[in-house]
């Protein structure tokens, strides 16, 4: 029975080459060829582009938060015993952090990011928890200013882990 099996197998070639087919065999099996390596070279090229373009991101990024870099606002659970110190600090702050946030929002990220736009709703939270803390200062209403001072340590740790991965370490909260 192989051999049978093997007979027909041969005379079928046979056949095909003494026709012509061979060429439409071949033809039909190649078609387009899509070469491994240059796959893998386009990957890696549009990996290495998001890398240039994000670091081009971070660059700017970390440049608006660095000239805005000064003095840490400290932040307690408890009324401040100053408050008119607080309050003006706190004027400060503010202020500071508004102007910064509207220059990182100008910043363009690629379309493929998902993260720094998280990370620009964090610092808007942040800022409006700055806005209840002196609301809460100036009305000396304790129970406010606890609970805004806890949203703003909140938002601080939702913003510092992003920023230390994405390599924006000026912009720390």
Same mark, same amino acid.
């Given at each position: 029975m192989l051999k049978g099996l093997v007979l027909a197998a041969a005379v079928a070639a046979l056949v095909v080459v003494a026709t012509g087919r061979v060429d439409d065999i071949r033809s039909e099996v190649s078609g387009?060829?899509?070469?491994?390596?240059?796959?893998?070279?386009s990957g890696r090229s549009q990996a290495e582009k998001q890398k240039k373009e994000w670091a081009e991101v971070a660059r700017e990024a970390n440049s608006i938060c660095a000239e805005y870099q000064e003095q840490e606002l400290v932040i307690r659970l408890s009324l401040p015993q100053n408050r008119a110190d607080y309050l003006d600090a706190l004027g400060v702050a503010i202020g500071r952090e508004r102007e910064m946030q509207a220059r990182l929002s100008a910043v363009q990220t690629p379309p493929y990011d998902v993260s720094y736009p998280k990370f620009l709703r964090d610092r808007q939270v942040a800022i409006a928890a700055m806005d209840r803390l002196r609301a809460a200062v100036k009305e000396k #209403?304790?129970?406010?200013?606890?609970?805004?001072? #806890?949203?703003l340590v909140r938002a601080q740790a939702s913003i510092n882990p992003y920023v230390q991965s994405a390599g924006l370490p000026a912009c720390i909260a």
């Open positions: 387009p060829r899509v070469n491994w390596f240059d796959a893998m070279n #209403r304790r129970r406010d200013f606890a609970l805004a001072a #806890r949203a």
